[in-house]
């Protein structure tokens, strides 16, 4: 049975416990405590740090998938600062994607309860490494590991109401400068490594994207020791989105072209790729009644689903072709930032949302 106090309280449990992605052993082994606590058998850590729990393994037939990731964006490794004030808990990563891993996990305590034996096995994953360079690792286990097997696919982590469908792909790549460099004064002339780089930074910049889905940006820069030295190094962390494999060729392309135009006027980078996230979409009937059950729950607990595009675990079923979306359950701002909020109020709407959808699935709404 849902209670404010016992939602809040493990939300502000969790929500402390550091997590950077491929970090989040501790995450990991509060919540393999927290489920094997509540009766959960067999609970298991693979390799990729993910804690997974089946419920009713022994049922034959294909697997339906939840999961909600444990990493967040920050890298801090002591405890992360939490404050509540009123309705809102603000604090680094109290949102994106704690509270939905809090909700899924009381909503899969309550379907436990419940009895109910589902038309297929139930797999509930707390997932790891979805944020930035994490490279969807957990979610690339998941669908080797269940390869054949998974009927449907679902990640909670979104803003109430947000029914993500369409994945938004990402290729990400450090690209680095090198010269001999040189005093500022005596070796006034010779090649500059951040002047170079600014060369390239201001062609991508004003590079032109296939379409109005396709993005790119150059994240950070680094280079450089003192004013008065030229710099012999300088480094950028550069990425693309697209929604789609062509818009990413695309990209692609221009970035080789505009590497080897720098080349031509004596400008030398090398460009090493950090990271790749798949884009997809499903066309199908069994995509189409998990989208619409997804939306369905949100109407009836008071909510407006709205179809997005975006980046999440999804990204790696939907590129295989496996019914996916992407579910928001709380509603917050601030995602990726230390203001980050939750309001505490909307988490109850969240649970019976969260329970009436797994509820549903496992009494074979998504009968194909």
Same mark, same amino acid.
């Given at each position: 049975m849902y209670t404010q106090q016992e939602t809040e309280t493990l939300l502000l449990q969790l929500a402390s416990?550091?997590?950077?992605?491929?970090q989040e052993d501790r995450r990991v082994?509060?919540?393999k405590a927290w489920l094997e606590r509540i009766g959960c058998e067999n609970v298991c850590v693979d390799d990729a740090k993910n804690v997974i729990?089946?419920?009713?393994?022994?049922?034959?037939?294909?697997?339906?998938?939840?999961?909600?990731?444990?990493?967040?964006?920050f890298g801090d490794v002591d405890e992360l600062p939490m404050t509540i004030s009123a309705?809102?808990?603000?604090g680094p990563g109290c949102g994106d994607d704690t509270a939905s891993l809090v909700l899924m996990l009381l909503a899969l305590r309550e379907l436990r309860e419940s009895g109910i034996v589902p038309k297929n096995p139930m797999v509930f994953v707390a997932n790891s490494c979805e944020e930035g360079l994490g490279n969807l690792k957990g979610s690339k286990q998941l669908v080797a590991t269940y390869q054949g097997r998974l009927h449907s696919f679902t990640s909670f982590d979104a803003h109430w109401g947000q029914v993500v469908d369409t994945a938004v792909g990402s290729e990400r790549?450090? /690209?680095?400068?090198?010269?001999?460099?040189?005093?500022? @004064? #005596?070796?006034?002339?010779?090649?500059?490594?951040? =002047?170079?780089?600014?060369?390239?930074?201001?062609l991508l910049a004003g590079q032109a994207t296939p379409d109005d889905f396709t993005t790119c940006n150059v994240g950070t820069i680094s280079g450089g020791t003192t004013v008065?030295? /030229?710099?012999?190094?300088?480094?950028?962390?550069?990425? @693309? #989105?697209?929604?789609?494999?062509?818009?990413?060729? =695309?990209?692609?392309?221009?970035?080789?072209?505009?590497?080897?135009?720098?080349?031509?006027?004596?400008l030398r980078f090398t460009v090493e790729p950090i990271g790749s996230r798949p884009t997809g979409r499903v066309e199908s009937e069994?995509?189409?009644?998990?989208?619409?059950?997804?939306? #369905?729950?949100?109407?009836?607990?008071?909510?407006?689903?709205?179809?997005?595009?975006?980046?999440?675990?999804?990204n790696v079923p939907?590129?295989?072709?496996?019914?996916?979306?992407c579910l928001g359950i709380y509603e917050g701002t601030g995602s990726h930032t230390r203001q980050e909020t939750v309001k505490l109020s909307s988490l109850k709407a969240g649970f019976k949302a969260t329970l009436e959808y797994l509820k549903q699935i496992a009494q074979g709404a998504l009968d194909w």
């Open positions: 416990i550091p997590a950077p992605s491929g082994a509060f919540i729990y089946t419920y009713h393994p022994e049922l034959p037939g294909p697997v339906d998938l939840f999961c909600a990731h444990t990493d967040v964006v309705d809102t808990l603000t790549y450090l /690209i680095t400068c090198r010269t001999a460099g040189g005093h500022s @004064y #005596r070796d006034y002339g010779a090649r500059n490594a951040i =002047v170079d780089m600014a060369t390239l930074i201001t008065n030295s /030229i710099p012999s190094e300088c480094s950028i962390t550069y990425e @693309y #989105r697209a929604t789609s494999k062509e818009s990413m060729a =695309v990209m692609r392309q221009q970035l080789e072209n505009l590497i080897a135009e720098c080349a031509e006027q004596g069994q995509q189409q009644l998990l989208v619409a059950l997804a939306e #369905r729950v949100i109407r009836h607990n008071g909510g407006y689903p709205v179809r997005c595009v975006g980046s999440n675990d999804c939907l590129s295989a072709g496996i019914p996916s979306v």
